[in-house]
Nanobody, 123 residues
Framework: VQLQASGGGLVQAGGSLRLSCAAS????????MGWFRQAQEKEREFVAA????????YYADSVKGRFTISRDNAKNTVYLQMNSVKPEDTAVYYC?????????????????WGKGTLVTVSS
């Protein structure tokens, strides 16, 4: 599976941004899809994950209530809607696919990764 994240950019605090992750090479319908982020000089951290059907979703506490993950298996795409963004959301955002449990926050449990997209939130 090849993954390509897009939609990053510069946004003001309180604004919104929608990230997309387009997959190719194989259907993602069998995989848990996750979003992770990595700020400068920090560890990669879990943001959100969604199971194969979309019925089960899990968020990091830091983004709960502000971010929404969704997927469209017919389009082989996963989304991350980011609302009420904060400067601390600034990071490179990565999408990933894995045969793992949707509540797993361990990035090593994911098998496929895309190149990240940079999100910068100005105060």
């Amino acid at each position: 599976v090849q993954l390509q994240a897009s939609g990053g950019g510069l946004v003001q605090a309180g604004g919104s941004l929608r990230l997309s992750c387009a997959a190719s090479g194989r259907s993602i319908s069998r995989y848990v899809m996750g979003w992770f982020r990595q700020a400068q000089e920090k560890e990669r951290e879990f943001v959100a994950a969604i199971n194969w059907s979309g019925a089960n979703i899990y968020y990091a506490d830091s983004v709960k209530g502000r971010f929404t993950i969704s997927r469209d298996n017919a389009k082989n795409t996963v989304y991350l809607q980011m609302n009420s963004v904060k400067p601390e959301d600034t990071a490179v955002y990565y999408c990933a696919a894995g045969s793992t449990y949707y509540r797993s926050t361990d990035y090593t449990q994911y098998d496929y990764w895309g190149k990240g997209t940079l999100v910068t939130v100005s105060s």
